[in-house]
């Protein structure tokens, strides 16, 4: 069982930043990769960006060269630095951990993105 909580969401102006973060309960040396997904009402949640336990990272188009996300082995932590949000971007944000072919997920973070 790996429990997952996030934090870091908030009100933010288009064209801010924000970095959400991610505490694993579990050694994430151990978990074969974490992610970040979002969603809003309405739509399926989608993936967001993801890391490997090997470090190879991969993101959604929409938010190539804006979104970076990165871990910390010695703190159990994920992060997601977001940049030069956008509207669109306004979502709750959930980690997620793939531990032994099963999917973990943190309670979720809103993001507002509003002027």
């Known amino acids: 069982q790996v429990q997952l909580v996030e934090s870091g969401g908030g009100l933010v102006q288009p064209g801010g930043s924000l970095r959400l973060s991610c505490a694993a309960s579990?050694?994430?040396?151990?978990?074969?990769?974490m992610a970040w997904y979002r969603q809003v009402p309405g739509k399926q949640r989608e993936l967001v960006a993801i890391i490997t336990s090997g470090g190879t990272m991969s993101y959604a188009d929409s938010v190539k060269g804006r979104f970076t996300i990165s871990r910390d082995n010695a703190k159990n932590m994920v992060y997601l630095q977001m940049n030069s949000l956008k509207p669109e971007d306004m979502a709750v944000y959930y980690c997620?951990?793939?531990?032994?072919?099963?999917?973990?997920w943190g309670q979720g973070t809103q993001v507002t993105v509003s002027s």
């Open positions: 997620n951990a793939v531990y032994r072919a099963l999917h973990y």
């Open positions: 579990e050694s994430i040396f151990s978990i074969d990769s």
